[in-house]
């Protein structure tokens, strides 16, 4: 009984939540964290799909015309909640604020300048610069 209980847990998505309902939070967190910059942003018209895979090596695409957000599953459920935020808001960064890629490295001691970097931005760098990150993505596009 108790391995089973241990395995039931780690099996347990990160902070205890659906793949779907952890979307749905950054989702309106997203929409929060705009208004603090005097953006009105509206998530309901976005649809958020797992798929498998996602040609190569990315792990999220947004679709702006069918307005969608795709998500590798595999990836999404071995994230950090720093990760799953980073990634959520870039992609929402394409699909609600028109936002293009940014690899410049003119950020917090030559870090990236963006969290629009093509290749993402580590939870743990997100993280500790968030709000560095917030203010560039709402105002500075």
Not at 28 to 55: C, N, P, Q, W
Request: aromatic share 10%; net charge negative; glycine share 10%.
């Amino acid at each position: 009984m108790k391995i089973l209980i241990l395995t039931l847990l780690l099996a347990a998505p990160a902070c205890g939540k659906t793949s779907a309902e952890r979307t749905q939070e950054l989702l309106y967190k997203f929409e929060d964290d705009a208004a603090r910059y005097s953006l009105h942003v509206d998530t309901d018209t976005l649809t958020v799909k797992f798929v498998d895979t996602i040609g190569g090596r990315f792990v999220g695409a947004c679709a702006p015309i069918l307005k969608e957000i795709w998500l590798v599953k595999s990836y999404w459920r071995s994230a950090s909640g720093a990760d799953q935020e980073s990634l959520m808001y870039h992609e929402l960064g394409h699909c609600l604020l028109d936002r293009g890629h940014n690899d410049n490295h003119n950020g917090p001691y030559g870090l990236p300048s963006s969290i629009m970097r093509r290749t993402g931005l580590q939870g743990d760098v997100y993280e500790t610069y968030r709000d560095y990150y917030l203010k560039e993505l709402f105002q500075g596009g």
